[in-house]
C-alpha cells in the first residue's frame, strides 16, 4: 500500500454499550451514510455501497464504492483488515482509488466502554490522489474532507442511539 502520510479523527461518546454501537457501526452502509446522501460536500453527487456475500463484516470482505461527485465517476474497493467485537474494526483500500481529494486510505474506528455507554474514536490515514489535478486538489481540501468524514461517521453514531433509546446495562433507558 502506498505511504499513508496524512493522518485525522474524530471522537465522541455515543450513549449506548460498546456491543449495540459496534453492531451498528459494523454496517459499512452506516458509516458511509454521510456518503450516500446529496450534499454540496459530495457535490449534488452520492455514493453507493456494494457489499460481498461477508457483507463488510467478516476480516477479508470487500466494500465497493462507487458513484458521482461534482459530475465526476469515483469508485473504490476497500477490505476489511481488523474486526475485532466490540472494540474496533479497520478497513482499507485496494488496488487504486478513483478519488478526487483522497487516495489510497485505511480507516477504522475504536470503541471504549465507559458506563453503560461507548467512547468512539473513527479515524483515517490517507495518501494523497496519485494523479494531477487531485493531488493538487488533495492538497487543498484533503484534510477538510478526512474531517468531514471522521466527524459525520461520529456524530451519525451519535444520532442514532439518541434518537432510538438504547437499554442501558442496567436495564434502563
Known amino acids: ?13 455515543v450513549p449506548g454499550p460498546a456491543e449495540r454501537v ?3 457501526l459494523d454496517d459499512p452502509r452506516r458509516l ?3 456518503m450516500s446522501r446529496s450534499s454540496w460536500r459530495m457535490g449534488g ?14 476480516v477479508g470482505s470487500h466494500i465497493r464504492v462507487s458513484g458521482r461527485v461534482f459530475g465526476i465517476t469515483i469508485g473504490l474497493d476497500e477490505v476489511v483488515t481488523d474486526r475485532t467485537p466490540p472494540h474496533r474494526k479497520r478497513r482499507e483500500t485496494v488496488g487504486s482509488p478513483r478519488l478526487l481529494v483522497t487516495g489510497a486510505y485505511r480507516i477504522g474506528f475504536e470503541l471504549t466502554a465507559r458506563d453503560g455507554e461507548s467512547a468512539l474514536q473513527v479515524f483515517i490515514d490517507y495518501a494523497l490522489p496519485e494523479r494531477w489535478p487531485s493531488r493538487w486538489l488533495g492538497r487543498l481540501l ?23 433509546p438504547v437499554p442501558r446495562l442496567d436495564g434502563t433507558t
Open 22 to 24: 459496534f453492531e451498528w
Open 142 to 164: 484533503g484534510r477538510s474532507y478526512a474531517r468531514w468524514c471522521t466527524s459525520r461517521m461520529v456524530n451519525d453514531a451519535v444520532a442514532a442511539f439518541v434518537a432510538t
Open 45 to 58: 453527487g452520492r455514493m453507493l455501497t456494494t457489499l460481498d456475500e461477508g457483507r463488510g463484516q467478516r
Open 32 to 34: 458511509s451514510m454521510h
Open 1 to 13: 500500500m502506498t505511504a499513508l502520510n496524512y493522518h485525522e479523527e474524530s471522537r465522541g461518546q
